[in-house]
């Protein structure tokens, strides 16, 4: 069993008989992503893999049923963790057009709070980056990101909001990302856009893949 | 075809889950008690993993708009077919016209959810592999919501004709397991199991859990003594399953049941083994649970077991279908 933190080797832990989970060491980095996108596509087909899921430089292997031992299975993991070549995916660039601030964005003063920055800064730096979708998770359509400025960076709400709105950008502790439906969230709402992200009677029925990079356009700044 | 008559507040369309979308974002939904599901479906000759009704919240009524075959698993509510009683885990036969009735649940070991199957399974589309009801993203089941009144479902083979009025023992007297006359729950500890404090841990194991009232189809929230972490813990968002035990700051455990999200970052203390669930699934709100530790070999075989069990409904339904005709159990 290993402690949260990632040590010096990957560490293996199982949840319930349901699936494992393969997490890389050291500092949250785009390379080790890369690594764990080429494990999901190789892992997706060995015979006792339902489902090869990434997270932020994890792996979750869901199984078809539980193996009787787990031996050779997490020895093939740690082989292939070992052997990988990092998988760069040139995925597509998708511009979201983002209205900040506003009804749209009811959290922007809570990060002005936290952050001692103005609208206009946080805006500035929030629309900055190329932002790469590391995995998708939490709920149908939604895109982990990597590579937000840490200076805008605020702590989750202390009490989540009941329901916020499909396409609402927000800001999570060191993360930020767009909501793909309406539910409920701990994050601070800053903005929000009108992105369709999850059809599911599409092929794939989302619309963004690990790889995809995100830019936010500021489509304009309310009070 | 039946026609919803009640109020049917939560009550939705659920096969066994929609098992590999997880990597788009979509959590498994899927029956609370996926062997109550499964043995209904049996009962009258469906595959197993056919879609049903799960129904949380009573009184709920149904008129059969034809002639058909239906079997009630799950928690024993008094069922009446209009004013006649019907027995729990057993199959049974509808006159068009006929209104069934599901009261308060009852008796000794009083369930939580009643399961509704019907002839060849509830007839919606096939959303990514599942007739389950996704809610978050509103997909699948019935329209992707829940049940309303004046709701109208098909069987997907409604003129079927199968031998009813036979039944089972139901699961929690089969499979019963309990401590201190409480139920039961294995686990198998998590990644950040150690990351708890021993007395912790050990309260955790020797301790009663109450199921709060903030307990639905995405999360059990327990109450009981706080767990706390050695230090505080923060964790890359990664893929959980149900069944996963998560510890918030506030120290209260949350069971991820099968309306979660497929990724999570709070610590996890363990996961309630997979051929468990079903016991979680019909825990009442307000009921207390008890936790027993287990390993990979334990967990494995238990999950045979359940297996083993609806292997054993399958021949007995398959016999009383093959006797001569007007000869029931």
Known sequence: MSLSTTGPTPTVSLLGTTALLFEAPGALAFASQQRIWALAQEAAGWPEVREAVPGMNNLMLSFVRPPRTLDALTARLAAAWEAVTPLTREGRVVELPVRYGGAGGPHMADVVAHTGLSVEQIVELHSAPLYPVYALGSHPGYCYLGGMDPRIATPRRPVPVLSIPGGAVSIGGAQTGVSASAGPSGWNTIGSTTMTFFDPVRDPPATLQPGDRIRFLVEGIEP | ?329
């Not at chain 2, 885990?89 to 399961?115: M, N």
């Not at chain 2, 709070?266 to 009442?284: C, M, S």
């Open chain 2, 1 to 329: 075809m039946i026609e919803i008559l009640s109020n049917a507040a939560l009550a939705t369309v659920q096969d066994l889950g929609r098992l590999g979308s997880l990597r788009f974002g979509v959590g498994t939904a899927g029956a609370m008690d996926d062997l109550a599901l499964a043995a209904g479906n049996l009962l009258l000759g469906n595959e197993a993993g056919a879609a049903g009704i799960e129904i949380p919240v009573f009184p709920f009524k149904v008129r059969f708009a034809e002639d058909c075959v239906f079997a009630l698993t799950g928690a024993d509510c008094g069922a009446k077919l209009d004013a006649e009683p019907l027995l729990p885990w057993w199959s049974h036969r509808a006159r068009a016209g006929q209104v069934l009735t599901l009261g308060l649940p009852q008796g000794a070991q009083r369930a939580s959810r009643a399961v509704l199957c019907l002839p060849g399974g509830i007839d919606v589309p096939e959303v990514l592999g599942s007739r389950s009801t996704q809610m978050r993203g509103a997909f699948g089941g019935h329209e992707g919501r829940a049940l309303r009144k004046g709701d109208v479902l098909r069987a997907a083979d409604p003129k079927r004709a199968c031998r009813t009025g036979f039944g089972l023992v139901p699961p929690a007297l089969a499979l019963p397991l309990q401590l201190d006359g409480l139920v039961a729950l294995r686990v198998l500890p998590g990644a950040e199991y150690l990351g708890f404090e021993a007395a912790s841990r050990e309260a955790f194991w020797a301790g009663e859990w109450r199921i709060t009232a903030q307990s639905d189809r995405y999360g059990y929230r327990l109450s009981g003594a706080a767990l706390r972490p050695v230090a505080p813990m923060e964790l890359r968002s990664h893929g959980i399953v149900p069944g996963v035990i998560q510890v918030p700051h506030s120290g209260q455990p949350i069971i991820q049941m099968r309306d979660a999200q497929p990724s999570g970052g709070y610590p996890k203390f363990g996961t309630v083994i997979e051929a468990d669930l079903w016991r979680l699934g019909q825990a009442p709100i307000g009921s207390r649970i008890r936790f027993i530790e287990t390993n990979w070999d334990e967990a494995v075989a238990a999950l045979e077991q359940k297996e083993a069990w609806l292997a054993k409904v399958a021949r007995m339904v398959a016999l009383q279908r093959s006797g001569p005709m007007g000869v029931a159990a």
